[in-house]
């Protein structure tokens, strides 16, 4: 069963910026990632902010569908198929992917927005249906430090 981790942010704190913060710490753990976004549009947008989130970090990702085949440590998509043997998903949709049994690991990044907070309780109602671990964690705003 994987492992679910909700990380809810501050209000107004960027959905994105804490995506790649996560990204960088699970690649320097070793782990390949797949972030899971809505749309190619959205997908490139993290793709740039990958390059430039900190100026002394450097994440080799790519998206998925740009090359025949894709070997880096992190892969950014929004199709319903992955690519395989990838350890940890970040799902930066509102929904639950139907491919979540591939990873042993899924992160939850919720906004400060209650939008976003009802979008996630939904979610973590659906991922607790399917027998999933579920953690949460209340980020402050200095998690880059943490």
Not at 105 to 128: M, S
Request: aromatic fraction near 12%.
């Amino acid at each position: 069963m994987p492992r679910v981790d909700f990380y809810v942010l501050p209000e107004n704190s960027p959905q994105e910026r804490f995506a790649c913060f996560m990204t960088h710490k699970a690649w320097q753990q070793g782990n390949t990632i797949y972030i899971h976004t809505v749309s190619r549009e959205f997908a490139e947008t993290l793709d740039d902010l990958l390059w430039t989130f900190k100026d002394i970090s450097f994440i080799p990702h790519e998206i998925m569908g740009k090359k025949p085949v894709c070997n880096e440590p992190v892969i950014i998509g929004w199709q319903d198929k992955p690519p395989e043997q990838y350890q940890v998903m970040i799902n930066l949709t509102q929904d639950v992917p139907t491919c979540t049994e591939m990873f042993a690991r899924i992160i939850e990044i919720v906004a400060g927005n209650n939008t976003d907070r009802q979008q996630a309780r939904n979610r973590y109602r659906d991922y607790r249906d399917r027998g999933y671990e579920l953690h949460n964690h209340t980020m402050n705003s200095d998690y880059d430090n943490a």
